[in-house]
Protein backbone atom coordinates (compact mmCIF):
# COMPACT_ATOMS: atom_id res chain seq x y z
CA UNK A 1 0.00 0.00 0.00
CA UNK A 2 1.62 3.35 -1.13
CA UNK A 3 0.97 5.98 1.63
CA UNK A 4 2.98 8.72 -0.18
CA UNK A 5 0.34 11.92 -0.51
CA UNK A 6 -1.11 12.75 -3.57
CA UNK A 7 1.01 15.34 -5.14
CA UNK A 8 -1.70 16.49 -7.59
CA UNK A 9 -2.32 20.03 -7.43
CA UNK A 10 -5.47 21.42 -6.20
CA UNK A 11 -6.53 22.60 -9.35
CA UNK A 12 -6.40 19.64 -10.96
CA UNK A 13 -8.09 18.12 -8.36
CA UNK A 14 -10.89 20.79 -8.69
CA UNK A 15 -10.78 19.97 -12.32
CA UNK A 16 -11.41 16.07 -11.82
CA UNK A 17 -14.28 16.86 -9.44
CA UNK A 18 -15.79 19.25 -11.89
CA UNK A 19 -15.09 15.98 -14.85
CA UNK A 20 -17.72 14.25 -12.99
CA UNK A 21 -19.52 16.45 -11.04
CA UNK A 22 -23.53 16.32 -12.17
CA UNK A 23 -25.79 18.30 -11.57
CA UNK A 24 -30.10 17.69 -11.71
CA UNK A 25 -32.91 20.27 -11.10
CA UNK A 26 -34.98 18.97 -8.23
CA UNK A 27 -36.75 21.89 -6.96
CA UNK A 28 -39.65 24.24 -8.21
CA UNK A 29 -39.62 27.88 -7.47
CA UNK A 30 -43.27 28.34 -5.87
CA UNK A 31 -43.40 31.89 -7.00
CA UNK A 32 -42.20 31.72 -10.72
CA UNK A 33 -42.79 28.28 -11.13
CA UNK A 34 -39.04 27.87 -12.56
CA UNK A 35 -36.72 24.47 -11.73
CA UNK A 36 -33.95 24.77 -10.03
CA UNK A 37 -30.91 22.40 -8.46
CA UNK A 38 -30.84 22.69 -4.21
CA UNK A 39 -28.03 23.18 -2.28
CA UNK A 40 -28.82 20.23 -0.45
CA UNK A 41 -28.68 18.43 -4.33
CA UNK A 42 -25.64 20.30 -5.14
CA UNK A 43 -23.85 18.97 -1.91
CA UNK A 44 -25.16 15.61 -1.91
CA UNK A 45 -23.39 15.26 -5.48
CA UNK A 46 -20.00 17.00 -4.66
CA UNK A 47 -19.34 15.59 -1.15
CA UNK A 48 -18.49 12.08 -2.07
CA UNK A 49 -16.56 13.79 -5.11
CA UNK A 50 -14.58 16.15 -2.84
CA UNK A 51 -14.45 13.48 -0.40
CA UNK A 52 -12.21 11.13 -3.51
CA UNK A 53 -10.25 13.49 -3.59
CA UNK A 54 -9.31 14.35 -0.50
CA UNK A 55 -10.62 18.17 -0.60
CA UNK A 56 -12.23 19.63 2.03
CA UNK A 57 -15.13 22.24 1.70
CA UNK A 58 -15.86 25.29 4.20
CA UNK A 59 -18.36 28.03 4.02
CA UNK A 60 -19.62 30.36 6.13
CA UNK A 61 -19.73 34.31 6.98
CA UNK A 62 -16.80 36.57 6.15
CA UNK A 63 -16.18 40.37 5.28
CA UNK A 64 -14.41 41.99 2.64
CA UNK A 65 -14.36 45.69 2.53
CA UNK A 66 -16.71 46.14 5.38
CA UNK A 67 -19.76 44.28 3.20
CA UNK A 68 -20.46 40.63 4.36
CA UNK A 69 -19.58 37.65 2.26
CA UNK A 70 -20.33 33.46 1.91
CA UNK A 71 -16.61 32.64 1.98
CA UNK A 72 -16.40 29.17 0.40
CA UNK A 73 -13.12 27.43 0.75
CA UNK A 74 -11.53 24.26 -0.83
CA UNK A 75 -8.37 22.90 0.68
CA UNK A 76 -6.25 20.20 -0.21
CA UNK A 77 -5.85 17.71 2.66
CA UNK A 78 -2.63 16.47 0.67
CA UNK A 79 -0.63 19.27 0.09
CA UNK A 80 -2.20 22.28 2.74
CA UNK A 81 -2.84 24.35 -0.52
CA UNK A 82 -6.19 26.08 -0.24
CA UNK A 83 -8.45 28.49 -2.19
CA UNK A 84 -11.13 30.63 -1.48
CA UNK A 85 -14.19 32.95 -2.70
CA UNK A 86 -16.08 35.46 -1.39
CA UNK A 87 -19.61 35.99 -2.33
CA UNK A 88 -21.15 39.31 -1.64
CA UNK A 89 -24.56 38.84 0.93
CA UNK A 90 -27.59 41.49 1.37
CA UNK A 91 -28.12 41.02 4.84
CA UNK A 92 -31.94 42.09 5.40
CA UNK A 93 -33.91 42.49 8.66
CA UNK A 94 -36.03 39.67 7.89
CA UNK A 95 -34.02 37.10 8.88
CA UNK A 96 -35.76 34.46 6.33
CA UNK A 97 -34.50 36.67 3.71
CA UNK A 98 -30.98 36.76 4.83
CA UNK A 99 -31.30 32.63 5.25
CA UNK A 100 -32.30 32.35 1.52
CA UNK A 101 -29.47 34.97 0.26
CA UNK A 102 -26.79 32.96 2.14
CA UNK A 103 -28.13 29.52 0.59
CA UNK A 104 -28.66 30.88 -2.84
CA UNK A 105 -24.89 32.45 -2.17
CA UNK A 106 -23.52 28.94 -1.22
CA UNK A 107 -25.30 27.36 -4.04
CA UNK A 108 -24.22 29.68 -6.65
CA UNK A 109 -20.67 29.64 -5.38
CA UNK A 110 -20.35 26.17 -5.62
CA UNK A 111 -21.71 26.12 -9.13
CA UNK A 112 -19.59 29.15 -10.59
CA UNK A 113 -16.51 27.69 -8.62
CA UNK A 114 -16.79 23.63 -10.63
CA UNK A 115 -18.02 25.70 -13.36
CA UNK A 116 -21.33 23.90 -13.66
CA UNK A 117 -25.15 24.12 -13.93
CA UNK A 118 -27.77 21.65 -13.44
CA UNK A 119 -28.63 19.41 -16.37
CA UNK A 120 -31.71 20.81 -18.90
CA UNK A 121 -33.34 17.63 -18.76
CA UNK A 122 -35.78 19.05 -21.53
CA UNK A 123 -33.18 21.03 -23.04
CA UNK A 124 -30.92 17.21 -23.07
CA UNK A 125 -33.67 15.14 -24.10
CA UNK A 126 -34.77 17.28 -27.29
CA UNK A 127 -31.49 16.76 -28.51
CA UNK A 128 -31.54 12.98 -28.02
CA UNK A 129 -28.50 13.06 -25.11
CA UNK A 130 -30.24 11.12 -22.35
CA UNK A 131 -34.07 10.22 -21.21
CA UNK A 132 -33.74 12.98 -18.89
CA UNK A 133 -33.89 10.21 -15.58
CA UNK A 134 -30.39 10.67 -14.22
CA UNK A 135 -30.49 9.67 -10.48
CA UNK A 136 -28.11 12.01 -8.58
CA UNK A 137 -25.06 10.36 -6.63
CA UNK A 138 -26.46 11.22 -3.53
CA UNK A 139 -29.52 10.10 -3.83
CA UNK A 140 -27.83 6.67 -5.44
CA UNK A 141 -25.68 6.47 -2.33
CA UNK A 142 -29.05 6.40 0.07
CA UNK A 143 -30.33 3.89 -2.07
CA UNK A 144 -27.60 1.41 -1.81
CA UNK A 145 -27.79 2.15 2.00
CA UNK A 146 -30.86 0.60 2.43
CA UNK A 147 -30.37 -2.01 0.07
Known amino acids: M ?11 K ?11 KDAVNPHFGNEYVTLNSVLAELNPLLDRENLLLTQGPQGQ ?18 A ?24 YSLMCIFA ?3 SDDDGESSLGRGSGQQVPLGVRSALKRLQ
Open 84 to 107: SWDWPLHIDANPQKTASASSYARR
Open 2 to 12: NSEPDCTTLAK
Open 116 to 118: TAA
Open 14 to 24: IKRVRDDLRLV
Open 65 to 82: GGMPTIQTQITCLDTGDT
